[in-house]
């Protein structure tokens, strides 16, 4: 299994410019998760589904957006790219509550510099 | 808002030594993961506590939850160099799908 895997790894966009970040995962969990981590801070939750088809907000959702079509699959687009969103960007994903399996996977991240 | 809290913000030892790390919460909790990254690299999970457990351990890892002062702590025990890594506490405060990260402790590990 591949397990969580993000693209780009690296990201470079001048401020208004949109992108969207891919995020999969081939575990069929239910549940995938973005986080954004600033230096010297811990994660915080963007946007989060627990399922295809639903998704909800977390701490830090404004400028993003998701969909979930797929178990799959969870991109995190970014509409219109601000400075403050200069971030290494974090794509999780787990069981959920099934069995109590509530681990997360993380991908190996996509550093984003937005000028 | 940061659910967890660790304590120190940053550790330095010589290898051998155990490592003691902490990690404190404000509101009721289902369970406590710690979760460690390397430099550069994601979050990977070390283990899970319940909030009916006390103690739990892991070959050289041991992590207490005291759910009356909302506080765990991890201790890993004859530390190496390749220890050396960012520790995070997450809770689950606000539920299963939406775990809250502290800002971590990060150890280094002297050889």
């Known amino acids: 299994n591949a397990g969580v895997t993000q693209t780009p790894k690296f990201q470079v966009l001048k401020t208004g410019q949109s992108m969207t970040l891919q995020c999969a995962q081939d575990m069929n969990h239910e549940y995938m998760s973005w986080y954004r981590q600033d230096p010297g801070m811990g994660l915080r939750l963007i946007h989060y589904?627990?399922?295809?088809?639903?998704?909800d907000q977390g701490e830090v959702p404004n400028g993003y957006n998701v969909s979930r079509s797929t178990t799959e699959d969870f991109p995190l687009r970014l509409l219109s790219a601000a400075p403050s969103q200069t971030s290494v960007y974090f794509c999780?994903?787990?069981?959920?509550?099934?069995?109590?399996?509530?681990?997360?996977?993380f991908g190996p991240g996509t550093r984003l510099t937005v000028l | 808002s940061q659910q967890g809290e660790e304590d120190p913000q940053a550790l330095s030892i010589q290898e051998g030594e155990n490592a003691t790390m902490n990690c404190s919460y404000k509101?009721?909790?289902?369970?406590l993961q710690w979760y460690r990254q390397n430099s550069g690299r994601g979050l990977v999970h070390l283990i899970l506590?319940?909030?009916?457990?006390r103690e739990k351990h892991s070959g050289r890892l041991r992590v207490t939850l005291d759910t009356s002062k909302k506080s765990s702590s991890l201790l890993i025990t004859a530390s190496r160099a390749a220890d050396t890594a960012s520790y995070f506490c997450?809770?689950?405060?606000?539920?299963?799908?939406?775990?809250?990260f502290g800002q971590g402790t990060r150890l280094t590990i002297n050889p």
């Open positions: 999780a994903s787990s069981y959920g509550n099934r069995g109590g399996q509530y681990t997360q996977y």
């Open positions: 589904s627990v399922g295809a088809g639903i998704t």
């Open positions: 997450a809770t689950d405060s606000q539920g299963a799908q939406k775990l809250v």
């Open positions: 506590i319940r909030s009916n457990e």
């Open positions: 509101t009721s909790i289902n369970n």
